[in-house]
């Protein structure tokens, strides 16, 4: 007997199945918000599945399979299912998706305008992005910035965002209980837990948002701010797109207008209010 659930997050449709219930009832509880997809066929599938009859019961090993897969990936214990399940969407549309160029980036919006932050795991993206979609700003997406190719605009993809380690008690401090997902402790990236993305962020899935500043955040390093020139911004995004290679003409030509038309900064915070206040201080500094 297999579980299923199917949802739409932007423009990406997802159809999820699982060998066990437990991944596919959290993912209904958290994603209770979002609409499904409107035809019958989703854009990206995943599977969570025990590669061995008997690994269903004993000793449950979760392997994520979907339309791409890497095969040498290891399995998750069913207690980190959910987070099997982010995993998997994250890899059908890192690997599949070509409608957009895919930066790895945590965005947000203001007034049709939004700020990019791109960098690595641990660079504090998530966290600020986080923050800052509970306040005065509408988070557009945690794990992708969707960039269109023709219009240049960023297309809503606001997905759970993956709080890790400190950063977990920082939000939940902040935000009621039943946003919060549950903690997976001992994941492959250390205690992880998700925040259920603010009403109106899903319910503004359609509003995309022109990208008005690139921020490259790092946390605990030194404050301060730092000018980021094109031919060093066009290195880095490509560094962290996952399809800029794949899409060829097309997306070198998005990634040209976006590093020639929109400014780039890097800054160094090392606490949250920081950092929340180096973004609030640049946007002051750019023209409406």
Do not use: C
């Not at 409107?38 to 599977?47: E, I, K, L």
């Not at 203001?110 to 990019?116: E, I, K, L, P, S």
């Not at 988070?139 to 809503?156: I, K, S, V, Y």
């Not at 939940?172 to 837990?193: F, S």
Request: zero cysteines; hydrophobic letters at 50%.
């Amino acid at each position: 007997m297999s579980h299923n659930h199917a949802l739409r997050i932007g423009p990406v449709s997802f159809r999820i199945r699982s060998d066990w219930a437990a991944p596919i009832d959290t993912l209904r509880r958290l994603y209770a918000g979002y609409p499904r997809p409107a035809g019958a066929f989703a854009d990206a599938t995943v599977r969570l599945e025990a590669n061995r009859f008997w690994r269903r019961f004993i000793r449950p090993s979760v392997h994520i399979g979907g339309d791409w897969t890497i095969p040498d990936a290891l399995p998750l214990p069913l207690a980190q299912g959910l987070l099997a399940a982010e995993m998997g969407m994250n890899l059908q549309v890192a690997l599949g998706w070509r409608r957009h160029l895919l930066i790895h980036a945590s965005a947000v919006e203001r007034d049709g305008r939004a700020v990019m932050m791109i960098g690595a795991s641990g660079s504090g993206k998530s966290t600020l992005a986080a923050l800052l979609g509970e306040g005065d700003w509408r988070l557009l997406g945690d794990e992708f910035a969707l960039l269109g190719l023709d219009d240049g605009m960023l297309a809503p993809f606001p997905r759970l965002v993956s709080l890790k380690n400190a950063a977990i008690a920082e939000v939940e401090r902040r935000v009621p209980a039943d946003r919060m997902g549950p903690l997976l402790k001992g994941t492959p990236k250390g205690d992880i837990r998700h925040l259920v993305p603010r009403a109106d962020a899903v319910a503004r899935m359609e509003e995309g948002a022109r990208p008005a500043l690139m921020l490259f955040p790092e946390f605990g390093a030194t404050a301060g701010v730092r000018g980021v020139g094109a031919a060093e911004a066009f290195v880095r995004l490509t560094e962290s797109s996952t399809n800029y290679v794949a899409l060829g003409e097309p997306g070198f030509a998005a990634m040209m207008n976006l590093v020639r038309s929109v400014p780039a900064v890097a800054i160094g915070y090392g606490s949250s209010e920081e950092g929340m206040a180096a973004v609030e201080a640049l946007w002051a500094e750019l023209a409406p």
